[in-house]
């Protein structure tokens, strides 16, 4: 049964970092791709990064150069390391396996999710 439990959210300044932690049960990370999802109150979900054992890390435009995923397999847990964080990262951040990972992020759930842990940027 998969199991994804998020956590390490919280309330931060802007210009200030973050770190977020992926627990895994049921299945071995260094095996499937995994991304890292945000919904911003009254947006749609979108994919923000996406992590391969075998090809690293994949981030959408807006992220890039201060976000960094990566994923420790002894630990089974996927980390997002935020820094320079702005107003506009404000949201709950999702967790989820994913089909495979684009240049630009992850291709969509598979449908599992954790319970989101939120990140509020603001002064």
């Known amino acids: 049964q998969v199991q994804l439990v998020e956590s390490g959210g919280g309330l931060v300044q802007p210009g200030g970092s973050l770190r977020l932690s992926c627990e895994i049960s049921?299945?071995?990370?260094?095996?499937?791709?995994m991304g890292w999802f945000r919904q911003a109150p009254g947006k749609e979900r979108e994919g923000v990064a996406c992590?391969?054992?075998?090809?690293?890390?994949t981030f959408i435009n807006s992220v890039k150069g201060r976000f960094t995923i990566f994923g420790d397999s002894a630990k089974n847990t996927l980390y997002l390391q935020m820094d320079s964080l702005k107003p506009e990262d404000t949201g709950i951040y999702f967790c989820?396996?994913?089909?495979?990972?684009?240049?630009?992020?992850?291709?969509?759930?598979?449908?599992?999710w954790g319970q989101g842990t939120p990140v509020t940027v603001s002064s």
């Open positions: 989820s396996l994913t089909h495979n990972c684009l240049p630009s992020g992850p291709n969509g759930s598979t449908g599992s």
């Open positions: 992590y391969s054992s075998h090809s690293g890390g």
């Open positions: 049921g299945f071995a990370l260094e095996y499937y791709p």
